[in-house]
């Protein structure tokens, strides 16, 4: 999975704090450090759980692939059997054509590779529904990695603003800040619950 881009947030606490300390210690700037902090503190939060969805759905998409190979590996011991039955099918064709009765053992062959193609068949069978549950979780975690992905974005957003409040002293844009951070916050909690 490709790293997603992050802001450098030792460098705008630190900016915020060079700001509540030359500012003589203001109320307005206080609320901008503790609210981007919790901010930070929820993408950290979202980050973590961003990379967790993501190795889980890889582990998951590796367990499919191996599944298909067994999957793939009964298919191929299926026909293996189909080629012995035909084999022994074959065999009972000169006794037949000599209008000679064949020898039973020719005849239990064929019926223990067809029996045996339909135990293996329902392994293969089943093999494959085992890998389409995988996948499928897979993919429903690669959706769920993508919300939280897209949650620290918005908190990433959200830190910006405050650092950029500060700075310039302008409520609009922290209250547009906290704005941002609590889209972040909707969307990292709805991430949380599927």
């Known amino acids: ?52 969805t993501a190795n889980e759905a890889l582990v998951l998409k590796t367990e499919a692939a191996r599944t298909q190979a067994e999957a793939s590996d009964q298919w191929a011991y299926y ?7 035909a084999i022994a099918q074959a065999q009972e064709a000169p006794w037949l054509a000599a209008s000679k009765t064949p020898p039973p053992a020719f005849e239990e062959k064929a019926k223990q590779y067809a029996q045996e193609q339909a135990a293996i068949k329902d392994e293969a069978q089943r093999k494959e529904k085992e890998r389409d549950a995988k996948s499928a979780e897979a993919d429903r975690l690669l959706e769920r990695h993508h919300r939280y ?9 959200a830190i910006a603003l405050g650092a950029v409040a500060a700075l310039t002293r302008v409520r609009p844009v922290w209250l547009g800040s906290m704005l941002v951070g609590v889209a972040g916050f909707a969307l990292f909690a709805f991430a949380m619950m599927g």
């Open 149 to 157: 992905a897209n949650s620290v974005a918005l908190f990433q957003v």
């Open 79 to 85: 026909q293996a059997k189909g080629i012995k039955m």
């Open 1 to 52: 999975m490709p790293e997603e881009p992050e802001v450098d947030l030792d460098r705008v606490h630190e900016s915020i704090h060079e700001e509540v300390h030359h500012g003589g210690g203001d109320s307005f700037l206080k609320r901008i450090a503790l609210t981007t902090a919790v901010i930070a503190a929820l993408a950290a939060v979202a980050s973590l759980e961003a990379g967790a």
